[in-house]
């Protein structure tokens, strides 16, 4: 995020939603939003279904899932042609704005109206709201990332702040919502395959360097492999080993029996958790991890937000921390590390990190921060941390223009699968259900699996609210519960991916991403059946 929870949500005039729905995924961001609707700021809702903030929206955009890149394209022809565009901030802050009106000409109104499905009026009233307001956040999540364009379909929100000046303020930006609580505090640890932490480029000259300096030992060059990238490699032997921690791919990646297979495929397979989760149960050693509320140390949130973390909590058992876990596995593979305080390795992190550089337990614990956490770049001990991002300068200079043009989804309808199918979050569970589903009053009331299906699709199949049905992919198939509606359009319909009996990921595509390899799961075509 370029801006903060709080600017984005209290100092907004406008607000531009694309694909998220935080009452159900991020439900006290959800409660602010609805607040700032409530003292004045207008809405905009981008989505395929009629979450319940579309209600509060001066305008619900439902369009096609996968067509994101075409509506910011479509966004941005009006600012052209209606004289709505930032000149100066413009001319003054960025690069490539030719390439970019070149690459929107053609996406007028009408013809984005017809890839998304929208009305053109409509898409028209969005762009003058967003664009005429003085302060106004574009707020995102997986409903973005999470198609094989994902990547295309953040720089095209990107390239849509940039051109009417809307970022480097308060109440402007350019803001992902992460999925979950550390999400952010893991990409800055060095989670991705090509870079250390602080996003350091292995590419960089001198970085690896840096760190084989800071680590006294010799490190891999290369770049590694991206998580859903490991699956075919496991098939095909090329990966024979592998280490899980705090994650569940059986029940959260797309095309579950591939990943099965995969994981099956494997010489040697350990998972480090609190639960026996679907995932520990193929594994070779299940090693026990210890809870949030049983150690020290601190979480990264999705406002870039570096906050403390305190053991609440000491429960009987063999339960080690995962730094312990990990330290452990080091000394006995022969590369000798001691046994680190939490607060060391915070000043570890620090030192390699210039984003984290004035970070430290210490610190966050004095009188001076008061429990509010820093938000990074925090690169030394006197800084206050940067609550907005790029505010006078871009990180790069100046801000570069990357024109995208859309390109359909990898899987449409078809006969055989007529129907468009999308994932996302309920309010009552959260992700994996590792947690959650131990929970008797959540299952009460959340206990199964359920698909959403428009009225006319469920008529035509003649298919009742509540009936079990069958649904099938490509993939696999499943049963499950109808939830009829006009949530979604006809011809497209909507699951929780949280369950694991009769769960979408048994379904979805595994078709990833050309830069990230993050997976289409919210585009999979379905047939739905009576049984």
Same mark, same amino acid.
């Given at each position: ?96 704005? =030719? ?25 028209? =009233? ?16 997986? @409903? ?102 705090? =994650? ?150 100046? @801000? ?128 739905? =059946?009576?049984?």
């Amino acid at each position: 995020m370029t801006n903060t929870i709080y600017d984005i949500t209290h100092e907004s005039d406008a607000i531009l939603m694309v694909g998220t729905n935080p009452e159900c995924a991020h439900p006290v961001i959800g409660m602010q939003i609805r607040q700032a609707v409530a003292r004045g700021a207008k809405l905009i809702v981008v989505d395929p279904r009629d979450i319940d903030l579309a209600k509060q929206a001066d305008i619900h955009l439902k369009l096609r899932p996968g067509t994101n890149v075409a509506f910011a394209n479509g966004m941005m022809h009006i600012f052209i042609e209606e004289g709505l565009a930032d000149e100066k901030f413009i001319s003054e802050r960025t690069e490539n704005y =030719e390439a970019m009106k070149e690459a929107v000409r053609e996406y007028t109104p009408e013809k984005v109206g017809e890839i998304c499905g929208i009305d053109p009026d409509k898409l028209r =009233e969005a762009a003058r709201i967003y664009a005429a307001a003085d302060r106004a956040p574009v707020m995102y999540c997986l @409903g973005v990332t999470e198609h094989h364009t994902g990547t295309e379909g953040v720089m095209s929100l990107s390239n849509m702040a940039l051109m009417v000046g809307k970022i480097g303020r308060p109440g402007c930006g350019v803001n992902p919502i992460r999925g979950q609580n550390n999400v952010q505090g893991a990409c800055d640890m060095g989670a991705s395959p090509n870079q250390f932490p602080g996003y350091q480029n292995i590419s960089k000259e001198g970085i690896v360097e840096k760190f084989e300096k800071a680590w006294g030992v010799t490190l891999n060059h290369k770049e590694g492999t991206k998580a859903t990238d490991c699956f075919p490699k496991m098939i095909s032997k090329e990966i024979r080993g592998l280490f899980i921690f705090g =994650e569940d791919p059986v029940r959260t990646d797309p095309n579950t029996n591939h990943v099965i297979k995969a994981l099956q495929s494997l010489d040697f397979f350990v998972v480090d958790e609190l639960f026996m989760t679907e995932t520990a149960k193929l594994a070779d050693v299940v090693l026990p991890g210890i809870s949030y509320a049983e150690k020290e140390g601190t979480f990264t949130n999705t406002e870039r937000r570096v906050q403390r973390i305190r053991k609440a909590a000491a429960i009987a058992g063999e339960a080690k921390p995962d730094t312990w876990i990990f330290t452990e596995i080091m000394n006995r593979m022969g590369y000798p590390q001691p046994h680190l305080t939490p607060a060391e390795i915070m000043d570890e992190i620090a030192s390699v990190t210039p984003s984290y550089g004035g970070i430290s337990h210490a610190r966050l614990d004095s009188e001076e921060v008061g429990g509010r956490g820093l938000q990074w770049p925090c690169p030394a001990a006197d800084h206050p941390g940067t609550p907005i991002m790029h505010v006078g300068k871009f990180a790069r200079g100046v @801000g570069y223009f990357r024109p995208a043009q859309y390109i359909p989804a990898t899987e449409l309808p078809d006969e055989e699968y007529p129907l468009t199918m999308m994932t996302g979050r309920i309010l009552y569970h959260y992700n994996a259900c590792a947690m959650t589903d131990k929970t008797a009053g959540i299952n009460e009331i959340a206990g199964e699996s359920f698909i959403e299906l428009n009225t006319l699709d469920a008529k035509a199949l003649g298919i009742e609210d509540g009936e079990k049905i069958s649904v099938s992919s490509r993939r696999g198939a499943i049963q499950t519960t109808a939830h009829v509606s006009e949530k979604t359009r006809a011809g497209e319909c909507w699951m929780p991916f949280h369950y694991i009996e009769g769960g979408a990921n048994w379904l979805t595509n595994d078709a990833l991403d050309g830069i990230s390899s993050t997976p289409e799961y919210k585009v999979c075509a379905v047939k739905v =059946e009576k049984l």
